[in-house]
């Protein structure tokens, strides 16, 4: 049966046939389900870095700051990728990849841009709450935020439009994200208009090109370990928003 029929590769995807090994003795037998996939493969089993909690500083902000710039320095590709949970009308709950465009000063927003007419922008709409998550790899730590989602003013977000590199700005004008598509020839048909309309008006802004803050109401930091003496700190916010104080609590793994 070829792996496709089997469900292991994706359609048009092909997985090579294990061939003999350098000796000529058979190859083992491809895997064939998760756990034979993931046999021996336990999560963080490497080195990591350690995480004095007991010393971490008094606000979440700068300690998301440093675990950034430690994950860019180790190599973590696109550390500034995040999943964002939000939930629909009916509270089910939806998640998508976004990236992380800024920590606001105060270190008490996480900061996104999206189209306000998507599927998130129209749940931020209903429900403005979301949560953050981001997991680096190579140094087995994730971070949770959770809070509440203010959407910034249009002006705002005009400013953040004009940063984006052209191809970002094309695949925004051309819009209607997340809605069904007939073929990709109309989707080729429409980013050639949206490329003719930002060459005749580079200060073209997506309509709903909208800047969104996670406003945290509680930041984790988790420092996983290879042992399971897995390191939690919460910072949960106890004063107002723009000029919080927060309470630190270690959490048991
Ligand atoms: C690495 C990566 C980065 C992404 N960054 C963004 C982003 O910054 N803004 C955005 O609207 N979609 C981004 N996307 C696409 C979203 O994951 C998602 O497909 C899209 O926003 C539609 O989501 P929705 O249907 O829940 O509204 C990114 C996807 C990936 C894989």
Redesign the pocket.
Known sequence: MAAEEEGLTGPGETRPAPGPGPGGEPAPAAPRSVPELMLGRPPMARPLPTFDAEAAPAEPGPLFVDWLATALHAGVP?PQ?FT?S?VDADGLP????????DVDAAGTGWV????AD??????LADHPAAALTVYWPQLGRQVRVRGTVERAADQVAGAEFATRSPAARIG?LVGR??EPLASPAEYEEAVAVARRRLEATPDAVAAGHAVYTLWAHEVEFWQGDAERHHVRLRYTRTGPVRTPEWSRTLLWP
């Open positions: 696109d990728v964002l939000t939806d998640a998508r990849v976004l990236v992380l465009r996104f841009s999206t189209a998507s599927p998130k922008g129209r749940q925004a994200q997340s």
